[in-house]
């Protein structure tokens, strides 16, 4: 899930052929064109004109003044990331259009509504239009009417919207993006339809079929690292960091933690980096080290890989942490047991394969160390 | 009996020269799973565990009259894949790839529904029945012959189930992993009515996580089957929000949350458990109780 | 009983506010044809006969509960608006549009196939269930209730088909036209099953013509139907490589000649009847004789 | 069924991305670049080469010999249209492709064979891959590489076939066509892949997405005359020129006639044009007179459209021919049959309702002609 700003976002857009208000990020040269501007905080995330960051400005003074105002923000406790400049577009009209993927329908999904510029959360459901596109036969035109007759234009501008939802559909399929939502969509005062705003997600399994594209999902920087390293981390506010194979062991650990009275510092999801063999396993394990855990939990299942690896990664993180390691909990089952137990027996940590007795150990473990 | 994979299928494994491809191939023929060839295009004629490679999928089913394929090629030529051997006319696909984009698995899952082909996946851990057929990453081994069918989103979770029944006597008739990605083929709605009319079945072990609305399809088929379903749904202290791997694990919106699918499957007629290591137990308890 | 449409279908006219929707529409409802709808883009809220105009496909459904759809438009919207009701849940299509480019037709029939739509057409003369439901540019005073089941590519061929039994004192339990273009939905190896399971059918009259194998995939068939076949094809002497209006009946290669077809058909355990006007006799003669 | 020659099948595929061999009509300018040259005839049937149509020239003057002696050519009882002149290729390797549209099994078909250059009917079944595409789908690798696999090509070739094959089912697709075949495609010496000839056939019910395209499906004069007329007219050398409506009624009366021992002179279906009223019908019917048949036959049954309109056109054509007019045979059968008889009945002409009866006194109309 690659979130984009939204300058990021109109690039993609206007590469796909939507109008965009000429703009350019502040500090890049002087501003697009003759004023006003607007001057727009970049942030992933919404509510940025009711948090000021979102401000009009008439002369290159006001755009200095608003950019240092903008700059300096945190908006829904993200910091502004950019400062985008772009001339102001006198709007005549404003419309809700979106495109995503579905993950339930599993189909591309087109949202319209009559109604522009606002959180489409917030307006009643009957007064947007929904339509489903079936990926064996694509973007036909009785869905595309049916999405500009939900904009409720003029029939002069019918046209015009059809092709912007074509177009739009298109951007979706041809970026392998997961949303692709313009709010508003507007018609300028010369009739022209312009997106105003831009909200993009792409998909960064497609990275394959976009090398050009750099993959920039966001995260805190322990989920950052995580990713550097091709694992899956996230980080909570608990006690106990614990490593598994597999997304739904991941979550029954924390279930089972949870339930049993614990709590989780962070999770590593690491299938898919076993190949990778046990010292980039102990590297994985340092960095769960850098969350200050007080117990560091494995509860790992392999049926086709070997436990040798993840013993050996393991073993070598506790040799290289020397004093610095919080206790480490083992549950291991799956193949080559015995020989992975044999390497654990080597250095200080708790060895089972049962589930249950691992999570209980590991919470007894943390109690105790927060008692000290 | 079993339901989808039995001692009758005929196998093929697509991608059968690569190392994954070769492994599963040296493992279903030392345990008896009905392998009969291999497609990995411009190796025709070359054998590996003993059966035939072919160029293509249309080519190794007229000469197997295989049904069921094991495809485990990279993400970027999955759709290809997929494609090729539903339009010859497999029966029963499991897609063992990762980090299918989500636009090829839209198509993918699209084009095997319109065929009538059961599409394991993608990102699926496989399908087994004990004793006959094995098409997964389950370790033959690990698995036991049985009466509890098993439907499941997750790979390693089901391990912990099949154990945790193992320990109270159970086996299973088959073992149904539906894949971890948020958009698959075959969901429980498809499985359980399979599990239902399966004379060999007496159970339904179901195992869902957060995010989507799959669990909710099923709760609307738990309540018109004749069998027992036992429902384990895990991420129930999972943050909201976040992606675990398993893209289709985002608890976002309030009613896709594990706890709200626990409600709707237990309101429908499942027996809830609430942690994994208790599904032998109350499998076993409940048994017990209607007999 | 009937095939595929019966007084309980509900039928949706897409086009329903042009000329020939309309007239469609207002015949439709004189004759008691169970029309619920129709659909004509920008025009919901109207009423055509009496009965609602919506603008899509699925509001029309949603809203009436439509299962079969006859559609007129022209040739250029003909793709668009069959995949249109095709996934709005159609269960029977009636093409009426000619001159449908061949691409559009492999199209929209893979698709309506995938979905498990029959799709009589494109350039369909229809489907009736004489007394029940017409769907066809058949008049409804010309048809006559009975218990045989016709099925042909050609529309105006069937009228004299129903002469021709008329006077030998039968009628129809359906009539199904299959369309005369060479790429079409559904095909005689999908009727003569449902006529074979109708208990209100007797026995088929199959009228074909030259070009193309649909005929000799029904001569296999009639192989396994309990019930008797009476075969008339069409072109016995029309002449090689020339197209006849219907792009369908073109007689290339040798074996797609009506000559070929009748002895494939006779072969299969059809009574081949030589020309039109003796279906009628043909028929009265082989049912006297089996009584 | 629109076919097209040589020169206009590689004008098409230029327009869709193919290398062809430079080249222009003779007497349209100078011959193109330096020679050698191959002057080609362009006619609608195949065997070019052994009839003569094909010549190799290394001169300007050697092009106008050979131009002047293929312009006398028939070819297959057929005219040559035009000359072509192109530039001659050097040829390093020649395979056959195609792509056509499967009417039996409702899909396009991809034809390929490791041979090429040669009539493909003469070349062994198990010569020749057969890929079908499903329209579902789409033209996918797997199928791409089963072609290219099939032409026998090096390794190193395949990147450049395969695009081939992907540009010949995009043709296929983008053009409407019901054939595209390469015969020979051809490696030249420079290694490009380069059509060397070109055969292909449109599909005449795509023009509303071809508006620029001047349709030009062949035939006879009658024929082609019909065609303007927007009815569909047969031209066959008995003696009964007959007119129906729909597809199956017409090759019926055929059937009928012939078994009944008689002969057809002609054959119109004018399913289509009833709504152009009586003296449109009585136009097709003067069409249907220049066939100089002993008798004219009309054999309709309308349920839907009523006869009157065709009463009329018959009685109009009566009126208008004097009596230069062949004996008449009119079987009607439908809506409003009593309205359109009282027509009938002021004029000479035979009229019925029962098809076989119709057909038996047109034959003994036309026996007694012919005894005269």
């Known amino acids: 899930m690659i979130r984009l700003l939204e300058f990021e976002g109109k690039e993609l857009l206007k590469k796909n052929g939507f109008a965009v208000p000429p703009g350019a990020l502040h500090g890049v040269g002087a501003p697009v064109g003759a004023g006003p501007w607007v001057v727009k905080a970049q942030v992933l995330t919404g509510g940025r004109g009711k948090a000021g960051g979102i401000r009009f400005a008439d002369t290159p003074d006001q755009i200095e003044a608003h950019a240092a105002a903008i700059a300096g923000l945190t908006i829904n406790g993200l910091r502004v990331q950019e400062i985008y400049v772009e001339q102001r577009v006198e709007v005549q009209r404003e419309f809700y259009l979106a495109a995503m993927v579905d993950r339930d329908r599993g189909r591309p999904v087109i949202l319209a509504c009559a109604e522009g510029g606002m959180d489409i959360e917030s307006v009643p459901r009957d007064k947007i239009v929904e339509c489903t596109v079936d990926p064996l036969v694509g973007l036909r035109d009785y869905t595309v009417n049916a999405v500009v007759r939900g904009l409720g234009a003029d029939a002069s501008l019918a046209p015009a919207l059809a092709a912007a939802v074509r177009r739009l559909y298109a951007t979706l399929v041809a970026e392998d993006a997961e949303l692709v939502e313009i709010n508003p969509l507007i018609v300028d005062g010369a009739g022209n339809v312009v997106a105003a705003d831009a909200k993009v997600i792409l998909d960064e399994d497609a990275a394959f079929r976009h090398r050009d594209r750099k993959a920039v999902p966001d995260g805190t920087p322990f989920e950052m690292q995580a990713r550097e390293l091709e694992v899956i981390g996230i980080e909570l506010d608990g006690d106990i960091a614990a490593m598994m194979n597999g997304a739904g062991m991941t979550m029954a650990t924390l279930d089972q933690i949870t339930a049993m009275g614990g709590s989780v510092r962070g999770l590593v999801e690491l299938h898919g980096v076993m190949w990778r063999g046990a010292e980039h396993i102990a590297k994985v394990i340092d960095l769960m080290r850098t969350l200050k855990p007080r117990v560091l939990l494995f509860n790992v299942y392999f049926q086709f890989r070997s436990l040798d690896t993840i013993a050996e990664g393991i073993a070598l993180a506790i040799g290289q942490a020397g004093g610095d390691m919080p206790p480490v909990v083992v549950r291991m089952r799956g193949v080559r047991e015995p020989e992975a137990r044999a390497i654990l027996e080597k250095v200080d940590c708790f060895v089972t394969d049962d589930f249950a007795t691992a999570c209980e150990k590991a919470i007894a473990l943390s109690k105790a160390a927060k008692e000290n | ?291």
């Open chain 2, 1 to 291: 009996m079993s339901i989808l994979l039995s001692e009758k299928s005929r196998i093929l494994i697509q991608g059968i020269t690569g190392a994954t491809g070769r492994a599963y191939a040296e493992r279903m023929i030392a345990n008896g799973t009905p392998l009969v060839g291999g497609i990995t295009p411009g190796k025709a004629g070359q054998t590996v565990a003993g059966v035939p490679v072919f160029d293509t999928a249309a080519a190794a089913v007229a000469a197997t009259g295989a049904d069921c394929v094991l495809s485990s090629v990279r993400n970027s030529a999955a759709l290809d894949a997929v494609c090729e051997v539903v339009e010859a006319g497999a029966r029963l696909i499991v897609l063992y790839t990762e980090n299918v984009p989500v636009h090829d698995a839209m198509k993918m899952v699209a084009y095997a529904r319109a065929k009538g082909c059961f599409l394991m996946g993608p990102n699926s851990a496989g399908i087994i029945s004990p004793g006959k057929a094995n098409l997964a990453d389950i370790t033959d081994s690990r698995t036991r012959p049985g009466r509890i069918g098993i439907v499941s989103k997750s790979g390693t979770l089901t391990y912990e189930v099949m154990d945790s029944l193992h320990a109270f006597g159970f086996g299973e008739s088959s073992v149904a992993c539906l894949g971890g990605d948020p958009v698959v083929g075959t969901t429980y709605a498809d499985i359980l009515p399979l599990y239902d009319a399966d004379p060999d079945t007496d159970a339904i072990v179901l195992v869902g996580e957060p995010g989507g609305s799959m669990e909710y399809r099923a709760a609307e088929i738990v309540r018109t089957l004749g069998k027992p379903v036992f429902a384990y749904i895990t991420g129930q202290y999972a943050p909201a929000e976040k992606r675990m791997g398993h893209a289709g694990a985002v608890s976002g919106a309030g009613d896709t949350t594990a706890m709200a699918k626990m409600k709707a499957l237990a309101d429908a007629g499942a027996i809830v458990v609430p942690v994994v290591t208790a599904v032998g137990e109350t499998v076993a308890r409940h048994l017990a109780e209607a007999a």
